[in-house]
């Protein structure tokens, strides 16, 4: 029988510095899952030392310190911090091998090309704001009375995948992830200029129907410009605002690539930063006294869509099957 459980979602954000920056932040309910998770024998699993296995280095954002987080504490926290505890077991597991391929994929990023900002760290996290994974504390204070049962589920369904690694040409992938799409999954050279054959456009029509799949926001003028004046250099807003901006131009899955604006041709995801926008499938339209701004979708959207991941959990779909539908041409194996 199906219990409803509270779910409070904290910010998320993981970042990659020096390759790649990412994520906003989700708060949605999503139907409950059975308590009870039986493997199936089909789900054959690589043995596992976790002892054996390295801890993640992690840049402390609040404190400015490296911290070397457990294995299986970094896995529970990322998935805590990412997705809601609402979500079926199989996109949990989805999660947990994602979060935990990302980590070992920043790490040899990391080997490859350091970068002086992390100190050494894989990667950067923000545990005292909720952003990236969240600590044993930082779950007990969004659970609250729940903890206990949220916990239970929690550590049932991450500990079957524990140090499971999505991997493309036997190294780590970098498997990215986001709230929702605007119901197509972005190509990564779209975003982040180079192309990764696994993260790959998609058709993802079931986003359309999440809870706050499409959000409009008000922004004054002054407030655009001010935003504006921060990240562009020689912008030229002499003109009436409504003339600020020109048409877009957008990338075949529906995100804005660059716009017109003050004289220049500005980047969709660098404008989307500067305005704080939830996603690059964005349309600013002036009127009357005022920039009405509506987004379609949450997040930079390259890789897994984690709602269209639980509701492919839904449908009965394995955390196998999910992630190779979102990261095509990878294998799962062992860290």
Known sequence: MQKKRKARRGAKKIILAGAIGLLAALALLGQLAKRELPVSPQQTQ???QVRQIEPVLVLNATTGQVEQVPMRQYVLGAVASEMPISYQPAALQAQAVAA????LACKNLQAENPTAALKGAWLSADPANRQGYLTEGGMREVWGDAFEENYQYLCQAVDQVLGQVLLYDQKPALTTYYAISNGSGEASENVWVSPVPYLVQLELPLDRQAPQYEVTVDLTAQEVSDALKLS???LDLSDS???WFGQERRS???Y???VPCGGQLLDGQDLRSALKLRSADFTITWQQDHFEVTCR???HGVGMSQYTADQLALQGKTYQEILAFFYPGTTLGAA
């Open 46 to 48: 690589p043995e596992i």
């Open 100 to 103: 935990y391929s990302y980590a």
């Open 232 to 234: 562009f250099l020689a």
């Open 241 to 243: 605002p409504e003339n």
């Open 252 to 254: 075949p899955a529906g």
């Open 256 to 258: 804005v690539t660059a």
């Open 297 to 299: 979708g949450y997040g």
